[in-house]
């Protein structure tokens, strides 16, 4: 069995050669978001630039799952109606979204999508502060995969051989065996290297251990919470058929009963029909 040098990896993604690949709008947006003076016309004029960007973000701004009473029509409005963070991160998913596309990863941006979903419930029947993140925290929660896919092919065949081998290993057991760390730590490197917030970067590093989120455990507790009902719900496929165990304090932390957890699945079953429109 081939195994990893954990330090090698990190030094790998510390690399900027083996981040994803991002349009060049994408790695300006992420400069300018910092500077406490830049203005919504000029994050929306960026995006904008890229035709294809803008359109997908805005295509996602107005979907259902937001359900705001008028349409947004630029993106200088979707930055002041849902925020920075939220329209950088569906910005970074547009990207995302390109990069799983291209290497044939649909099944795993149907389950990124169904999670986004599925937390973006979860965040408005606990009536949190800015659901929308957590519906942009679902969509890059596995981000890390992406990289694991594309960037490292020789890792992730070594990964899947032995997730297969074993049967009732999860890839995220396996991904710790082999490599001395997860896609959750991949992916809490790449949410650094660009930027994000805490809100995001939490749940993206912890989702398969959320009692470890410290600033962020509820919206954390949200997208683990989110992640195992969406593998329940056969929502797409992010590697493995197993159902990873649910975190007992995360679902306390939650507080939801089970007549509000039923209607939550009973809606999120009813949106995951659209999910082909953004395929």
């Known amino acids: 069995m081939t195994t990893f040098n954990p330090t090698d990896l990190r030094n790998r993604i510390e690399k900027l050669g083996d981040l994803p690949t991002l349009p060049h709008v994408v790695q300006r947006l992420a400069s300018m978001i910092g500077r406490p003076t830049v203005s919504t016309e000029e994050i929306g004029a960026l995006i904008e630039k890229d035709q294809v960007l803008s359109a997908k973000v805005l295509r996602l701004a107005n979907s259902p799952y937001y359900g ?107 991904e710790q065996e082999l490599m001395g760390l997860s896609h959750a730590d991949i992916g809490g490197c790449l949410a650094n290297a660009w930027n994000l917030p805490v809100t995001l970067r939490e749940p993206i590093l912890h989702h398969h251990a959320p009692t470890l989120a410290t600033e962020a455990a509820l919206q954390t507790a949200i997208v683990h ?52 429109d953004y395929l």
Not at 142 to 163: F, N, R
Not at 231 to 238: E, M, S, T, V
Request: aromatic residues 6%; charged residues 20%; negative net charge.
């Open 68 to 174: 705001f009473p008028s349409r947004i029509s630029s993106v200088a409005h979707a930055v002041i109606v849902l925020g920075f963070n939220v329209v950088k991160g569906l910005t970074l998913c547009a990207s995302a979204f390109g990069i799983m596309k291209d290497a044939g990863m649909d099944q795993l941006w149907r389950h990124s999508l169904g999670v986004a979903i599925t937390a973006h419930l979860l965040a408005s029947k606990l009536e949190i502060k800015n659901p929308e993140e957590l519906f942009v925290a679902g969509l890059l929660h596995d981000i890390g995969k992406v990289v694991l896919y594309v960037k490292w092919p020789d890792v992730a065949g070594s990964i899947k051989t032995a997730a297969q081998a074993g049967g009732d290993r999860s890839l995220f057991e396996v």
């Open 225 to 276: 919470v989110a992640d195992i009902l969406v593998k329940g719900l056969a929502c797409g496929n992010p590697g493995d058929d197993l159902i990873p165990p649910l975190s007992r304090q995360a679902w306390d932390l939650l507080g939801l009963d089970e007549a509000a957890l039923a209607e939550c699945i009973a809606k999120a079953s009813t949106e995951f029909s659209t999910i082909d």
